[in-house]
């Protein structure tokens, strides 16, 4: 979505389409860029556009400043938006495979899924199911290589100065993920957290592990919640106390998470440089892809500006982040498929451990990468049943207000010194926050110096 | 007088001469960035009577599932139904422009086809306290589905929370959560539960509706008969093996291995009415639905159902017993379309007259031609 941030769809209809058809052939290889195919999106959007009903699109800012894309880049760019509306949908059909349906997945389980493994029956996971997710993982990965890579390098290369904006925390925490045994110490994915300096990467290495669980707290000083307070998720209360917007006191639904003290930025970027730090080769190699197509972009259109691995540190960094971990994902969505295979072949079709929750108090925290960032869920059971569950989510870390120490959180100090064309029409606002990727429908308030709120913005 | 109905725009442009209209639209060609020459294109869309349909979205106290589902679609993809089916004038998800552009665009929506459009509404409306648990720019949800509801011409509530409540009316319901029809009362409203809904449940009612200019038959909650017409357990693969008493125990033992009945291990089919194994979801065929998987139906259509009975208790079976040993395993349920619709029309007791009849006129005459 957060493409429409960049891409001016309208400015698309001036586009030469041979043109474009000839850019699209130097950058990739993809087989859907010929004339006809855009063309065709071309005709498509210029009878939407025509038709005077322009609905959700209306509100868009196209023709603004900071819009810098040629024509051939934005229809460029506008066609395979078209296309990935079909790859995304075609991709989540594994989703629904395994989890029956999705969005909101039913096919888990306390200790472990409901899906039953029988190759000999017609009421489970069959070959034909476990060969149509292959083939939908294989056919996805063309388009994430030739298509979405290619193209976040090349619209990043022409925005390359939008690699000096929106860093804001530096503090980087990530959780390993994927684990290969059934203990929780082995993962296909690392994790750690990086604070500040790439080369203080500190590892997290089990589920069990004592430095992650011992460092995560929530403040409540400037959140809607009764009392101020710094607790480990385990302490926590949530008893609401609205105020409206406090300037200084409390202005936020949203609690705010720290490690180590510290506000933590969690997300697609924070995964990559992790695992970047931890030495996961096919993360290195796609980091370096990105990093070196930009590069070839930049120099194609005789621009002297180069990017690096410090480059990602920025508004436009987020958005390339994310591009190398869908394709890291990608790559360990194939060793999964294999390993699940394997097992089977192996006849371990165990997919479910009864639980059991001994008398007393149990506390224990279950965490995950998840799509926006490092996800923890905090429980306390007491007798077999639950006293007191906390969600410490991934927006709540980026969008969290200040700490108890007034420190930004991510989302407010990466705006600090964004660039505004125009104050009316803050769309490097919206491109800075969208590139978290928020999971919130709740409003970012921009003040300026005397306090006078002017611009309210709505981040989805 | 000629009529116009999708759009008010014919009835302002009595009041200011065709060259003024002519330099608006020529304004507007520029403000987009497009050439002026096609000033003349925009200003034959703008009075062209075929404009499509206007709905207007809102989100309350919701997670975005609903509006998630429609973007997995193929027939009709959301492209197709965003670019050449309907006009989709204001959805905060989907919406491009934020702060000031989005509001300003919202309140044109509302403005411009007011009385016309159909209302969209995902998510439970939380009134406890004054509504503050849901504020959009500044303003209690509560308040703008109020104001928006009164100029709609339908109005739809997709998904449980919007439907009753939803996961947040839980108890102890901390803010209040409420649906729509309840929030409402008194109006019609039709109602998609589901968490989300098979969005060609959703997709379907909006093209029965386009297409014959009519809802399709509602049930007593409002709820379109051919998604929630049958219980679950009644077009279940699953229920000969219910019949026969052949049942998982738990998850991963040998009758789950085989496919057995999930009943013992709390499924709510015998209790919920929708169609999930009829249609099934995301296109991908055989078994792709909770109980195709090997998990219990949990309810999630069902107030007092879904989020309410823990997911392991036992459902209450009314037919125990296989059908030949019973009249009809279950009447329709209702009387017929109209006892149904009838019930959602309040004022209009006893009318021979359905519900979408009612909304197909509210909506106007537009799309059957001059």
């Known amino acids: ?460 | 007088m000629k009529k116009q109905n999708h759009f008010t725009l014919d009835e302002k442009l009595s009041d200011i001469s065709r060259r003024d209209f002519m330099k608006f639209c020529g304004i507007m060609a520029v403000s987009m960035g497009l050439p002026i020459g096609v000033a003349p294109q925009i200003a034959a869309a703008i009075t062209n009577p075929k404009r499509r349909p206007p709905v207007i979205w809102l989100h309350g106290q919701e997670c975005t599932g609903c509006t998630e589902s429609l973007l997995w679609t193929s027939h009709p993809s959301i492209a197709n139904l965003i670019l050449e089916l309907i006009s989709l004038d204001y959805h905060e998800t989907l919406e491009v422009g934020a702060g000031h552009q989005a509001e300003a665009a919202f309140n044109n929506a509302v403005t411009e086809n007011a009385g016309k459009f159909i209302l969209v509404i995902e998510g439970s409306v939380p009134v406890k306290d004054g509504g503050i648990y849901c504020k959009i720019g500044g303003r209690p949800f509560t308040d703008i589905v109020k104001e928006t509801a009164a100029k709609a011409a339908a109005i739809v509530a997709i998904g449980s929370c919007a439907s009753w409540g939803g996961v947040q009316s839980s108890e102890p319901n901390p803010t209040g959560a409420t649906g729509i029809p309840e929030f409402l009362k008194g109006t019609t409203v039709v109602t998609i539960p589901g968490c989300p809904p098979n969005a060609y449940n959703f997709l379907s009612t909006i093209l029965h509706f386009l297409t014959f200019g009519k809802l399709p038959d509602l049930d007593e909650k409002g709820r379109p008969k051919f998604a929630y017409g049958r219980l679950i357990h009644e077009n279940c693969e699953r229920r000969p093996h219910f019949d026969a008493g052949r049942f998982a125990e738990e998850f991963g033992d040998e009758g789950h291995r085989k496919g057995y009945c999930l009943f013992k291990l709390g499924c709510k089919g015998p209790m919920t009415y929708a169609n999930c194994p009829s249609i099934l979801f995301n296109e991908v065929g055989s078994g792709a639905w909770p109980v195709g998987t090997g998990h219990p139906c949990f309810g999630c259509v069902e107030e007092g159902i879904g989020f309410t009975i823990p997911q392991f208790t036992q459902a209450d079976v009314e037919n125990v017993t296989p059908a030949a040993a019973h009249a009809p395993i279950r009447a329709e349920r209702g009387a017929g379309v109209s006892k149904g619709s009838a019930a959602l029309l309040g004022g209009i007791a006893g009318a021979a007259i359905g519900a979408g009849a009612v909304i197909a006129k509210r909506l106007g005459d537009a799309d059957k031609g001059e």
Request: charged share 20%; with cysteine; glycine share 8%.
């Open chain 1, 1 to 460: 979505m957060s493409a429409l941030d960049w891409v001016d769809i309208v400015s698309a209809l001036k586009a030469d389409v041979k043109a474009t058809a000839s850019l699209a052939q130097k950058l990739s290889s993809w087989p859907d860029n010929g004339y006809t195919e855009l063309k065709e999106s071309q005709d498509r959007l210029k009878t939407f556009v025509g038709s005077g009903q322009l609905g959700v699109f209306s509100s868009g800012y196209w023709g603004h400043p900071a819009m810098k894309l040629p024509p051939e880049v934005n229809l460029l760019a506008a066609h395979h938006f078209l296309q990935a509306l079909e790859y995304q949908k075609n991709i989540n059909k594994v989703v629904a495979i395994l989890g029956s349906k999705t969005p909101h997945i039913q096919n888990l389980a306390v200790g472990g899924v409901a899906n039953p493994i029988n190759l000999d029956s017609q009421s489970t996971l069959t070959m034909e199911r476990l060969y149509y997710i292959k083939t939908l993982i294989d056919e996805v990965g063309d388009f994430i290589k030739n298509v979405y890579m290619v193209d976040v390098a090349a619209v990043g290369a022409l925005y390359a100065d939008w690699t000096g904006y929106g860093a804001g925390v530096t503090n980087y925490l990530s959780v390993p993920t994927m684990p290969l045994d059934t203990s929780g110490t082995k993962f296909a994915l690392p994790g750690g957290y990086i604070p500040g300096d790439i080369s203080k990467f500190k590892p997290i290495t089990s589920f069990k592990d004592e430095y992650f669980k011992k460092n995560v707290k929530e403040s409540i000083k400037h959140s809607w919640y009764k009392g101020d307070w710094d607790r480990h998720p385990w302490e926590e209360e949530t008893v609401p106390a609205y105020s409206d917007f406090e300037d200084n006191g409390k202005y936020s639904w949203i609690k705010s998470p720290t490690f180590n003290g510290e506000h933590a930025q969690v997300g697609p970027l924070a995964n990559v440089l992790c695992m970047y730090a931890a030495g996961h080769k096919p993360t290195q190699k796609y980091t370096k892809k990105m990093l070196d197509t930009a590069n070839a972009v930049l120099s194609l259109v005789g621009s002297n500006a180069r990017v690096s691995l410090n480059s990602l540190h920025s508004t436009i960094g987020r958005i390339a982040a994310r591009a190398v971990r869908t394709a890291v994902l990608h790559n360990e969505l194939i060793n999964q498929w294999q390993l699940l295979v394997d097992n089977i072949g192996k006849g371990d079709y165990k997919t479910f451990n009864k639980p059991v929750f001994p008398k007393g108090e149990q506390r224990g925290v279950g965490f995950h990468e998840a799509p926006r960032g490092m996800l923890s869920h905090w429980v306390v059971i007491d007798d077999g049943k639950i006293k007191n569950y906390q969600c410490v989510v991934p927006s709540t870390w980026n969008a969290g207000p200040r700490n108890s120490t007034d420190a930004l959180g991510p989302y407010e100090a990466s705006l600090v010194g964004n660039p505004i064309a125009d104050p009316d029409k803050p769309l490097e606002v919206l491109r800075t926050i969208h590139s978290f990727d928020p999971c919130i429908a709740c409003a970012v308030h921009m003040v300026d110096s005397n306090s006078k709120e002017i611009v309210k913005i709505r981040a989805f």
